[in-house]
C-alpha cells in the first residue's frame, strides 16, 4: 500500500509539471515556474536542498517499515521473539547522522535569509505598496508629475461583506530591474505574494516591511494576498505586468499626463497620503 | 475484605444511570465522558470539514458563501484542536493513567470530574456561537470568522459576538486542560504503585507527564493572550490596536508561543500510545526506552524555542529569522529518534496483524511524511513561498490526522477491550483502517501539490485555470472516503457492543499492569495495589527470559480473574473509595454563565457567579466519604 503512495507521488509530481502547463498564464501562481530571481532561488533550495533529500529519506523510511512489518509478521507456531531492549551505538547513530545532516540544513536557511533580507539596491525602482480590505495600492514616490505628485495606481476596494467585482490593480514594472517595495497596512494583516516572482512578505499595520524582487521575463503576474484578512480574502488579487524598459517608460509617461492617480477601475481610492 | 469487596461489585452493578454519570468522579468513567464526547465533537468537526471540501471541490463554486465559509473553517480548526485531539488525549489519560501507575483513582478525583465537565460547557458554549448571526436555518452564522488562530487585528474587527464566544470558550476550556493537568502530575508523581519508579513508568504515562507540564505552561499564555484580545474588544484597551499604538505582531507571539507547544500536546499522547501498541504487538519491549523518554523531553523543551517558524513572513528580520529557522530545523533531531526506536521495535519481532497494530503503523507512515513537510517548512527562504499556502494545510494535517488521530485510534481499538470488556471486531476494524489511510492519503497529499501550484489557504473560492481544479477535486473525493471510514468506526462499536466477543482481562497478551485486572476493570481498579518489580511488570509476571534472552512463559502467571475475587483473603480492611459528587458538576455550570454574562448583560454575571461560588462551596464542604 505504501508503495503505491510513493507511486501516487510520482504520479502527483508528474501532475504538477501537468498541472502549469494547463493553467491560465493570467492566473498561473505555481512557485515551480518562477519567472523572477527571488522565486527562482527559493525553488532551487526548495528541491536541491530539502525536497530531494526528503524524498530520499521518505522512501527509505516507508520502505523499512513495510519491510519490517512484512519480513517480521508472526507465523504459525512461531516461538516468542527474543526481547532486545536497545542498543546504545544504534542510538547514537541515529541521533548523530540525521543531526549532521540536519546542520548542513543552516547553510541554505541562513544565507537565503540574508540575501533576501538585503537592502534593496540603490539604483531598485521604489514602489509602495498599501494593502487595504480587499485590494491593493500602489504608488511610486520616484515617479512624479509636473506637480510633484507620485503616480498611483488604485485597486478597487471592496465593501466588506459584499462581494468585489473590480479587476485587481496592476503593479507595472521594467522586466530585469530590481523593484524595492515596501508594505503599509491601513486595516488588518494581508501578506504581498506574486508566486512566480518572489515568496511573500505581510503587510502589517502600523509598520513597514519591505523587500526586493524582480521579473525575468516579459508577461503578467498573478499574485494574491496570502493572510487571511476577512470576507473577501480569495479576491484580494494583484497583477503584475512585467514590460520592456521602453514600454515601461511610455506606460508611466501616458499616466503621468493624467495627472498622478492612475486608476485601474472605478471606485473610491485606498487611503493613501500623496507624496513625501 | 470480602465482604467491603462485594458490596462494591454490587454497588457497581447497581450504580447506574444518568444520576450516576453526572456525579461520578471515576476515572475510568470520566475518561469513557471524555471520549464519547469528544467524538461527538470529531463528528461535527468532521461534517464542518466535508462542507468546506465540498465548497472547493470545483472553481467558483457557491455551496458556501465566503461568510459562512470563513466561519465554518474557523470553527473547524479549533473543534477538532481544543474539542477533539485534547480531549481526546484527556480521555486517555483518564482511562489508563490509574490503571498503568497501579492506583486506584487520580489524585483529585473531583477536580477530574470538574475538568470534564468545564470541557463540556466550554465546548458547547463555544458551537453556541453559531445560533447567535440570525436565522441559522437561513444560513446566517454567527460563528467566530477569524481563523483558529485569531490574527489580531482581524479579530478585533470581528462584528457580531463569534470573536467573544471563541474567546471565552477557549479561556474556559483553559481552565479544564489547567485542572487535569495539575492533576495528572499530581498523579503520577504521587499515586504510583510500590516499585514503580519513574524509569519503570509505561511510555504512555511519560508522555502524559510530559503533556501536562506543557499544558500547565502553556495555557497560561494563551488565557493571558485572550484576555487582552477581549479588553479590546469589549473595553476599549488598545493592546493590539495599532491606531492607538498597539502591536498586532503581538497577539501572534503570543498565540504560537502557546501554540507551538500547543501541537506538542496534541501529537505527545498518541506518540505514548503508539509506544504502548507496538511492543505489544511485535511481542517485544519497546527499543531504547530511556532514548524515548530523553527525546520526548527533548521535544517538550525544544517546543518553547521555536514560536516564531509561525511568523517567518512577518518581518521579524534576518537575525530572528535565522535563529527560529535553526531551532526548528533542531526539533526533527529528537523527533527522528523516536521514529527509529518505533522500527527497531517492530524489527525482529512477531508482529500480530491486528487493527490497533495497522493503526500505529499508519501512524508512523503518516508522521514521517509530516516530519519531513516540517523540515521542509524550516527551511526559511523556500518557506517565504510555503507560508499561508495549502502546503502547510498538508503538513498540519498529516501530523494532526495521520499522526495523532492514527495514534488515537490505534489506542481506541488497542483498549476498547479492557473498559467495555469486548473486543472491536477485526474486519471492520481493518476496513476502517485502509480506507481511512487511503482516504487520508488522497485528501490531504494533493494538497502538497496544491500548494506548490500557489493557492494560498484560507480562500473560500478560486477561479477557473489557476491549474488548481483537478487537485481539489480530488481532496473531495478523498475526504468524502474518511468519511465513510468513520461511519465504517461508528457501525464496528455499535456491531461489536452488540456481539459480545468476550475479551477477558489480557486479550492481546499484554505488558503493562492494566492487563492485569479484569475487563472492564472493578471501579477500585486493583483488589491489592500491585508492586511492581520490572518495566513491563505484568508481562514479566507472565514470562521470564532464558540465557538466550528468548521468554518462556511462567506457570500460573497472567490476570486476574474476576471470580478470584470472592475468595481473596484481604488484611481486613475494605476498600475505600471517593464518592459521587454532583458539586463538581454545578461548579464548572457557572463559567460559561459568566461568560454569557460578560458578552450580553453584565447582570447574568452573578448568577454565573453564583453558581460557581456555590459549586465551590458544596465542593469544600462535602463530608469526606469516610
Ligand atoms: C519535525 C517536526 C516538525 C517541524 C520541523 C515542524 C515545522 C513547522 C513549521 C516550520 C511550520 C510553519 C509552517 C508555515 O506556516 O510556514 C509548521 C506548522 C504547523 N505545524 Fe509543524 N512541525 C513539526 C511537527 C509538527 C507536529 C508534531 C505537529 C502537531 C501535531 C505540528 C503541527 C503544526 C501545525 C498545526 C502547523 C500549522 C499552524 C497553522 O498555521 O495553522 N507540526 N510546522
Ligand atoms: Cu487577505
Ligand atoms: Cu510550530
Redesign the pocket.
Known amino acids: 500500500m505504501r508503495r503505491l503512495v510513493s507511486v501516487a507521488l510520482l504520479i502527483a509530481l508528474v501532475g504538477l509539471l501537468i498541472g502549469c502547463a494547463g493553467a491560465d498564464p493570467d492566473l498561473d501562481q505555481n512557485t515551480f515556474a518562477p519567472e523572477g530571481d527571488v522565486a527562482r532561488m527559493q525553488r532551487d533550495i526548495l528541491i536541491v536542498w530539502v525536497l530531494g533529500p526528503a524524498a530520499v529519506i521518505f522512501v527509505v523510511m516507508q520502505a523499512l517499515l513495510i519491510y519490517a512489518v512484512i519480513r517480521f509478521r508472526r507465523k504459525k507456531g512461531q516461538e516468542l521473539p527474543r526481547q532486545v531492549h536497545g542498543n546504545n551505538r544504534l542510538e547514537y547513530a541515529w541521533t548523530i547522522a540525521p543531526a549532521i545532516l540536519l546542520l548542513m540544513l543552516i547553510v541554505p536557511t541562513v544565507a537565503g535569509v540574508i540575501e533576501l533580507g538585503r537592502d534593496a539596491a540603490d539604483d531598485a525602482l521604489r514602489v509602495r505598496v498599501v494593502g487595504q480590505q480587499f485590494s491593493w495600492t500602489f504608488q511610486y514616490p520616484d515617479l512624479t508629475d509636473a506637480e510633484g505628485k507620485p503616480l498611483t495606481v488604485f485597486g478597487l476596494p471592496g465593501e466588506v461583506g459584499k462581494p468585489s467585482t473590480g479587476r485587481p490593480a496592476e503593479l507595472h514594472i521594467p522586466v530585469d530591474r530590481e523593484i524595492g517595495v515596501t508594505l503599509e497596512s491601513v486595516d488588518v494583516i494581508h501578506s504581498f505574494w506574486v508566486p512566480k516572482l518572489a515568496g511573500k512578505l505581510d503587510v502589517v499595520p502600523g509598520r513597514t516591511n519591505s523587500m526586493w524582487f524582480n521579473a525575468t521575463k516579459i508577461g503578467s503576474y498573478s499574485g494574491q494576498c496570502a493572510e487571511f484578512c476577512g470576507f473577501q480574502h480569495a479576491d484580494m488579487r494583484l497583477i503584475v505586468v512585467a514590460e520592456s524598459e521602453e514600454d515601461f517608460e511610455a506606460w508611466v509617461a501616458d499616466q503621468l499626463e493624467g495627472g498622478g492617480a492612475a486608476r485601474s477601475g472605478a471606485g473610491e481610492p485606498a487611503l493613501v497620503s500623496y507624496g513625501e | 475484605m470480602v465482604g467491603a469487596l462485594r458490596r462494591l461489585r454490587q454497588e457497581g452493578e447497581s450504580y447506574q444511570g444518568v444520576w450516576s454519570w453526572l456525579t461520578t468522579v471515576d476515572h475510568k468513567r470520566i475518561g469513557i465522558m471524555y471520549g464519547v464526547t469528544a467524538f461527538l465533537f470529531f463528528l461535527m468537526g468532521g461534517i464542518e470539514a466535508l462542507l468546506l471540501r465540498i465548497q472547493l471541490s470545483s472553481p467558483n463554486n457557491a455551496v458556501l458563501d465566503p461568510d459562512q465559509y470563513n466561519r465554518i473553517f474557523t470553527m473547524h480548526g479549533t473543534t477538532m484542536i481544543f474539542l477533539v485531539v485534547m480531549p481526546l488525549s484527556a480521555a486517555f489519560f483518564n482511562l489508563l493513567i490509574p490503571l498503568m501507575i497501579g492506583a486506584r483513582d487520580v489524585a483529585f478525583p473531583r477536580l477530574n470530574a470538574f475538568s470534564f465537565w468545564v470541557f463540556l460547557g466550554g465546548g458547547l458554549f463555544m458551537n453556541a456561537s453559531f445560533f447567535t448571526g440570525g436565522n441559522i436555518l437561513k444560513g446566517e452564522l454567527g460563528a467566530p470568522d477569524a481563523g ?2 485569531g490574527y489580531a487585528p482581524l479579530s478585533l474587527q470581528s462584528a457580531g459576538t463569534g470573536i467573544d464566544f471563541w474567546a471565552f470558550g477557549l479561556l474556559i476550556l483553559g481552565v479544564a486542560s489547567m485542572a487535569s493537568g495539575f492533576n495528572f502530575i499530581v498523579t503520577i508523581f504521587n499515586m504510583r504503585a510500590p516499585g514503580m519508579t519513574l524509569l519503570r513508568m509505561p511510555l504512555f504515562v511519560w508522555m502524559t507527564l510530559v503533556t501536562s507540564f506543557l499544558i500547565i505552561f502553556a495555557m497560561p499564555i494563551i488565557t493571558v493572550a485572550l484576555f487582552q484580545l477581549l479588553f479590546d474588544r469589549l473595553y476599549g484597551a488598545n493592546f493590539f490596536n495599532f491606531e492607538a499604538g498597539g502591536q498586532p505582531l503581538l497577539w501572534q507571539h503570543m498565540f504560537w508561543l502557546f501554540g507551538h507547544p500547543e ?2 500536546i ?2 505527545l499522547p498518541a506518540m505514548g500510545i503508539v509506544s504502548e501498541v507496538l511492543p505489544t504487538f511485535s511481542r517485544k519491549p519497546l527499543f531504547g526506552y530511556p532514548f524515548v523518554v530523553i527525546s520526548g523531553l527533548a521535544i517538550a523543551f525544544m517546543s518553547w524555542g521555536v514560536w516564531a ?2 511568523m ?1 513572513t512577518t518581518g521579524l528580520g534576518p537575525i530572528a529569522n535565522s535563529a527560529f529557522g535553526v531551532s ?1 530545523i533542531l ?2 533531531v529528537p ?1 527522528g529518534i523516536k521514529i527509529f526506536n518505533w522500527l527497531a521495535t517492530l524489527w525482529g519481532g512477531a508482529i500480530s496483524l491486528k487493527t490497533p497494530l495497522f493503526f500505529a503503523v499508519g501512524f508512523i507512515s503518516m508522521f514521517v511524511i ?2 519531513l513537510t ?2 521542509i ?2 527551511i526559511v527562504p523556500s ?1 517565504y513561498q ?3 499556502t495549502y502546503f ?1 494545510v498538508a ?2 494535517h498529516q ?2 490526522l495521520g ?2 488521530m492514527f495514534g488515537l485510534f490505534a489506542g481506541i481499538y488497542y483498549w476498547f477491550p479492557k473498559f467495555t470488556g469486548r473486543l472491536l471486531h477485526e474486519g471492520w476494524g481493518q476496513l476502517h483502517f485502509w480506507l481511512m489511510f487511503i482516504g487520508f492519503n488522497i485528501t490531504f497529499q494533493p494538497m502538497m501539490i496544491l500548494g506548490l501550484l500557489g493557492m494560498p489557504r484560507r480562500i473560500y473560492s478560486y477561479p477557473e485555470g489557476a491549474g488548481w481544479e483537478w487537485w481539489n477535486a480530488v481532496a473531495t473525493v478523498g475526504a468524502l472516503l474518511i468519511g465513510v471510514s468513520i461511519l465504517v468506526f461508528m457501525f464496528n462499536v455499535v456491531l461489536s457492543l452488540r456481539r459480545n466477543d468476550q475479551a477477558g482481562p489480557d486479550p492481546w497478551d499484554g505488558r503493562t499492569l492494566e492487563w492485569a485486572i479484569p475487563s472492564p476493570p472493578p471501579a477500585y481498579n486493583f483488589r491489592e495495589i500491585p508492586t511492581v518489580r520490572a518495566r513491563d511488570d505484568f508481562w514479566h509476571q507472565k514470562y521470564e527470559e532464558d540465557e538466550t534472552g528468548r521468554p518462556v512463559p511462567i506457570v500460573g502467571g497472567g490476570a486476574q480473574e474476576p471470580e478470584e475475587e470472592e475468595h481473596a483473603e484481604g488484611e481486613g480492611h475494605g476498600i475505600h473509595m471517593p464518592s459521587p459528587s454532583f458539586f463538581p458538576l454545578i461548579a464548572a455550570i457557572g463559567l460559561p454563565i459568566i461568560a454569557t454574562g460578560l458578552i450580553y448583560d453584565a447582570a447574568i454575571v452573578a448568577v454565573g457567579v453564583a453558581v460557581l461560588v456555590v459549586g465551590i462551596y458544596g465542593w469544600a464542604l462535602e463530608p469526606a466519604s469516610e
Do not use: E, K
Request: proline share 0%.
Open positions: 483558529w488562530f501541537v506538542y496534541l501529537i517558524h509561525h517567518y526548528t526539533i526533527a523527533t509530516g516530519g516540517g523540515v517548512h524550516s518557506d510555503q507560508q499561508d502547510v503538513h498540519l501530523v494532526l499522526g495523532a
